[in-house]
């Protein structure tokens, strides 16, 4: 197996809810197989219409997702959308532009240095956790060790 794609169908639109490629397969583009075989799915159905999620995230403009999907044939399609407050509260919050989440509200440069701080705080916990006095294997490796005697033996 070398990733994981859930497509659900909903009349002539299929949608694809979960995209997994296998990292250990990178080189051979999984992702790109999965929606190519989705396309064949959906054509050998009748399916008019294949989504991915949304195509824009707020206002965080071009995205190492986004650009995938232009690459493999998405583009955007734009719905209208209509708002309205049923109280007092649900009104002033339209005023406000709460409506349209954080990404909506933020602007793209704030985003931006949000996602590089979050990368280099990983980064450095990634680094923080690998101080151990064992050299590290593979998990296959773990694996496929035995213990001696085999554990739950009598032995």
Same mark, same amino acid.
């Given at each position: 197996?070398?990733?994981?794609?859930?497509?659900?169908?909903? !009349?002539?639109?299929?949608?694809?809810? +979960?995209?997994?490629?296998?990292?250990?397969?990178?080189?051979?583009?999984?992702?790109?197989?999965?929606?190519?075989?989705?396309?064949?799915?959906? !054509? $050998?159905? *009748?399916?008019?219409?294949?989504?991915? *999620?949304?195509?824009?995230?707020?206002?965080?403009?071009?995205?190492?997702?986004?650009?995938?999907?232009?690459?493999?044939?998405?583009?955007?399609?734009?719905?209208?959308?209509?708002?309205?407050?049923?109280?007092?509260? *649900?009104?002033?919050?339209?005023?406000? *532009?709460?409506?349209?989440?954080?990404?909506?509200?933020?602007?793209?440069?704030?985003?931006?240095?949000?996602?590089?701080?979050?990368?280099?705080?990983?980064?450095?916990? +990634?680094?923080?956790?690998?101080?151990?006095?064992?050299?590290?294997?593979? +998990?296959? +490796?773990?694996?496929? !060790?035995?213990?001696?005697?085999? $554990?739950?033996?009598?032995?």
């Amino acid at each position: 197996m070398i990733g994981f794609l859930k497509l659900v169908y909903r !009349e002539e639109v299929a949608s694809i809810l +979960n995209l997994t490629p296998k990292p250990s397969h990178y080189d051979k583009r999984p992702a790109n197989a999965l929606i190519a075989k989705a396309v064949e799915l959906c !054509e $050998a159905k *009748g399916i008019s219409y294949l989504t991915y *999620g949304r195509f824009n995230y707020g206002n965080k403009g071009d995205s190492p997702l986004r650009e995938f999907k232009i690459r493999n044939g998405f583009s955007e399609t734009l719905v209208p959308r209509f708002y309205i407050p049923l109280t007092t509260w *649900g009104s002033l919050c339209m005023r406000l *532009g709460l409506h349209r989440g954080p990404l909506g509200i933020l602007p793209h440069g704030v985003i931006t240095i949000g996602v590089n701080a979050r990368a280099r705080w990983y980064s450095l916990q +990634n680094l923080l956790s690998r101080c151990s006095s064992m050299p590290e294997r593979p +998990n296959r +490796n773990r694996q496929m !060790e035995c213990s001696n005697p085999p $554990a739950g033996s009598n032995l």
